[in-house]
């Protein structure tokens, strides 16, 4: 091989390198240590509606724990229904007779530094105490805390959740 052709691999090389490096997500600099949660009441279709925001790094780097494998990442349709199947396994509501709630899932997307995912489920028929427990990636961050905004009724309340304040309980109707 000639020094020019050398020369010219090691410039496309990191040519190359340096356009893989503009294009990573900038989410991945740093984390967010929080989820947010809003849930919504849908009147019309008599629906409550969850929005759950995860930072893209937090969601990542929990992928990459929960499933050891790099190509399941939160901007893959794999990445997005792992991280549903675990807000439904870690996150766990209930209805004032103790009596859980299942919220299933809608759907995902990445929008910006942020992934977001949907539920939804028929509006409860009960009023009283009900219940939210979230140990959503306490398992990967230590840290880590899950903010609650309930939109159901005015006022709106909003709950911070973390390793030592796992659940809380909230009035409805």
């Known amino acids: 091989m000639t020094v020019g ?4 691999r090691r410039v496309l090389g990191a040519t190359a ?27 019309a279709a008599k629906r409550w509606e969850f929005e759950h925001s995860i930072h893209y790094h937090d969601a990542a780097l929990a992928l990459l724990q929960w499933t050891r494998d790099v190509a399941v990442t939160p901007m893959t349709t794999a990445g997005r229904a792992r991280l549903l199947l675990e807000i439904e396994r870690r996150v766990r509501w209930s209805d004032a007779r103790g009596i ?14 942020t992934v977001v995912l949907f539920q939804e489920m028929p509006a409860p028929d009960t ?47």
């Open 100 to 113: 859980a709630l299942e919220p299933t899932a809608v759907g995902g997307e990445s929008t910006g530094d």
């Open 5 to 8: 052709a050398i020369t010219r």
């Open 17 to 43: 390198a340096t356009l893989v490096a503009l294009q990573t997500p900038r989410a991945l600099a740093h984390r967010a240590h929080v989820v947010l949660t809003r849930v919504t009441a849908n009147v």
């Open 127 to 173: 009023v009283g105490d009900f219940s939210v427990e979230s140990t959503l990636l306490q398992d990967v961050f230590a840290d880590e805390s899950h903010t609650i905004n309930l939109e159901l009724a005015a006022p709106y309340r909003t709950f911070k959740l973390d390793a030592r304040r796992r659940k809380v309980t909230f009035a409805v109707g």
